[in-house]
Antibody, heavy 120, light 106 residues
C-alpha cells in the first residue's frame, strides 16, 4: 500500500535551516509529485508548494519564495523540504502528500507529519 | 490571489442532523475545489475532489456541490465519528486552503 514516512521531529534555533524528508513506497515514485503543507499549532492548513518527481519542476507558494527548496531523490523515492532563515512563526507540523490519479492536488495520501519547533 | 471564505468557523449539531459547510472564493474557480477532513492529531483526509466527486471509501453521507465561486460540503446525517475540522482547498491557481470549520456533536 502507499506509504509516506516522514523524518523525526526537529528543534531549531531562529535563523537556522531545517530539512524534512518524506520517504515513499507502494507506488511508482515518478508518477506523482509531492506537495508540502504545514500547520502551525492550533491553526489551519497552509499550502507550501509542489515538486514534480518526474523532472524536478517546482511551484512554491509566494510566501515561501526564496526561503524554501523542495527536492527529490529518485534512487530512494524520497522527497525533501528545505526551509531556511527560520523564525518562531515557522513552528508547525510539516506534511508531505501525494495526489491521486487524475489530479496532483487531489491529496489522497499523506505522511504522518513532522513537528518543527523553532525556539531560542 | 484568490480569497477563500469558509463558513461557519465552527458548528455544533446533533447526531442525525444535516450539516452544511460553505466555501466561497473571490473569483471563479470552476470546479477546482476539494474538501478534507482532519481529526485531532491526524493528517488530513481527502473527502471530495473536483467539487463533487466522492473519494473512494468515503461514506455516502458526505457530498459536495457547487461551481464557480460557491461551494458546499454536506453531511446528510451527522455521526459521532464525523467530529473533525473540515477544510476546503482551491487548486485553480496557486493552491490554498480555507480557514477550516470545526464540527462538534451536541
Amino acid at each position: 500500500q502507499v506509504q509516506l514516512v516522514q523524518s523525526e521531529p526537529e528543534v531549531k534555533k531562529p535563523g537556522a535551516s531545517v530539512k524534512v524528508s518524506c520517504k515513499t513506497s507502494g507506488y511508482t515514485f515518478t508518477n506523482f509529485g509531492i506537495t508540502w503543507v504545514r500547520q502551525a499549532p492550533g491553526q489551519g492548513l497552509e499550502w507550501m508548494g509542489w515538486i514534480s518527481t518526474y523532472n524536478g519542476n517546482t511551484n512554491y507558494a509566494q510566501k515561501f519564495q526564496g526561503r524554501v527548496t523542495m527536492t527529490t531523490d529518485t534512487s530512494t523515492n524520497t522527497g525533501y523540504l528545505d526551509l531556511r532563515s527560520l523564525t518562531a512563526d515557522d513552528t508547525a507540523v510539516y506534511y508531505c502528500a501525494k495526489g491521486r490519479p487524475g489530479g496532483e492536488q487531489w491529496l489522497q495520501s499523506w505522511g504522518q507529519g513532522t513537528l518543527v519547533t523553532v525556539s531560542s | 490571489d484568490i480569497q477563500m471564505t469558509q463558513s461557519p468557523s465552527s458548528l455544533s449539531a446533533s447526531v442525525g442532523e444535516r450539516v452544511t459547510i460553505t466555501c466561497r472564493t473571490s473569483q471563479s474557480i470552476k470546479t477546482f475545489l476539494n474538501w478534507y477532513q482532519q481529526k485531532p492529531g491526524q493528517a488530513p483526509k481527502l473527502l471530495i475532489f473536483a467539487a463533487s466527486t466522492l473519494e473512494t471509501d468515503v461514506p455516502s453521507r458526505f457530498s459536495g456541490s457547487g461551481s464557480g465561486t460557491d461551494f458546499a460540503l454536506t453531511i446528510s446525517s451527522l455521526q459521532p465519528e464525523d467530529v473533525a475540522t473540515y477544510y476546503c482547498q482551491q487548486t485553480y491557481l496557486f493552491p490554498a486552503f480555507g480557514q477550516g470549520t470545526k464540527v462538534e456533536v451536541k
